[in-house]
C-alpha cells in the first residue's frame, strides 16, 4: 500500500528544435487506495505526468514519492497500462499475465496460480488457453489489467487505457476495473479525455490546465463504491459532468 506524493514537479523536453515546458511546479497528493482520475487538453502533460511516475522519465525539478520511496525508475512497486495492447502474440492469455512474475522469479506453481486469480477477477478465466489474436479488443484489455496487478503492485498507472475502445466494450470494461479494484483496491492515476469514465470510476477527478500542466481544480466524486452503470442518468452525475465540461472549456478557450 503506498500513496503517491508529486511535489513542485517540471518537465521541460529539450530537442535541437525547441523547448518545451510539459509541467510547470505540478503539485498533487494521491492517498493510499485512492483512485484519482486526471482529465485536461490533449497535449497539456498527462502522460509526461504518469510517465514521470512510472519511473520512465526524469522530473526536471521536484520530487514524486511513491510511499516512503522516492521514485528514481521504474520499479515493480508501479505497473502501467497503456492505450495500445502490451500483450506478446505467441503467449497465451494465462501465460501473457504471468510473464512479469516470470521476471520476478516467482516459482511456477505460484505464478500459475496467481494468474488465475485475476484471469478470474477480470472474466478471463474460460480464455486462459486462448492466444491474443483470438481476443476481441476488450478482452486483450482484461489481460493487460491481469498482468498489470498480477505483478503486484501497489500503484496502478493507466493512461487512457480505454480510448480505442467502442462505448458498450468501454462500459464493461469500466465494470471489470470496478470489480478487480473492489477485490484488491490499489492507489491509482487514471489519465482519460473521458469526463464519464473519469467520475464514473474516480474518487477525485484532477482537472489539468493547457500546458504546461498544473492542476486547475480538483472534483470530489460523491458515489461511493459500487457504481453501476444507471449512475450515469442521475441529476448530481449530470452536474458534476457539466462542470467539468465547462471548467475544461474554459481553460481550452483561455489557451487558444
Ligand atoms: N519525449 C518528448 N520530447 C519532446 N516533447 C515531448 C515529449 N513527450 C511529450 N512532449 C511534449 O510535451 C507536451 C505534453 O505531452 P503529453 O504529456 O503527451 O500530453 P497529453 O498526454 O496531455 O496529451 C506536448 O507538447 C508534447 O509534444
Ligand atoms: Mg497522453
New binding site residues.
Given amino acids: 500500500m503506498a500513496d503517491i506524493s508529486i511535489d513542485r514537479v517540471s518537465k521541460v523536453?529539450t530537442?535541437a528544435r525547441k523547448r518545451?515546458v510539459?509541467l510547470n511546479e505540478t503539485s498533487l497528493a494521491i492517498a493510499t487506495d485512492e483512485i484519482v482520475c486526471v482529465v485536461?487538453?490533449?497535449?497539456?502533460?498527462?502522460?509526461?505526468?504518469l510517465n514521470l511516475v512510472a519511473g520512465f522519465l526524469e522530473p526536471t525539478a521536484g520530487t514524486i514519492s511513491v510511499g516512503s520511496r522516492e521514485v528514481a525508475g521504474p520499479g515493480a512497486d508501479r505497473a502501467v497500462v497503456f492505450q495500445a495492447d502490451a500483450v506478446f502474440p505467441w503467449l497465451s492469455v494465462a501465460e501473457n499475465v504471468a510473464y512479469g512474475m516470470r521476471m520476478q522469479g516467482l516459482g511456477r506453481a505460484e505464478r500459475a496460480a496467481r494468474a488465475e486469480r485475476y484471469l478470474e477477477l477480470v472474466g478471463l478465466a474460460d480464455f486462459r488457453s486462448a492466444y491474443p489474436k483470438e481476443l476481441s479488443g476488450g478482452m486483450r484489455k482484461r489481460v493487460d489489467l491481469a498482468r498489470a496487478y498480477a505483478s503486484g503492485p501497489e500503484v496502478l498507472l493507466l493512461?487512457e487505457p480505454f480510448g480505442a475502445l467502442d462505448l458498450f466494450t468501454k462500459e464493461a470494461m469500466w465494470l471489470a476495473l470496478q470489480g478487480v479494484v473492489r477485490a484488491e483496491p490499489k492507489t491509482i492515476v487514471f489519465?482519460t479525455h473521458d469526463i464519464e469514465e473519469a467520475l464514473f470510476l474516480g474518487d477525485r477527478v484532477v482537472v489539468?490546465t493547457p500546458?504546461p500542466?498544473r492542476v486547475h481544480s480538483v472534483v470530489d466524486v460523491p458515489f461511493g463504491t459500487g457504481r453501476d452503470l444507471e449512475l450515469r442518468a442521475g441529476p448530481e452525475f449530470q452536474a458534476l459532468r457539466n462542470e467539468i465540461a465547462h471548467t475544461l472549456r474554459e481553460v481550452h478557450d483561455d489557451a487558444a
Avoid at 40 to 49: A, Q
Wanted: include cysteine; charged fraction near 15%.
Fill in positions: 523536453f530537442t518545451t510539459a485536461g487538453p490533449s497535449g497539456c502533460g498527462k502522460t509526461t505526468l493512461d489519465v489539468m500546458r500542466a
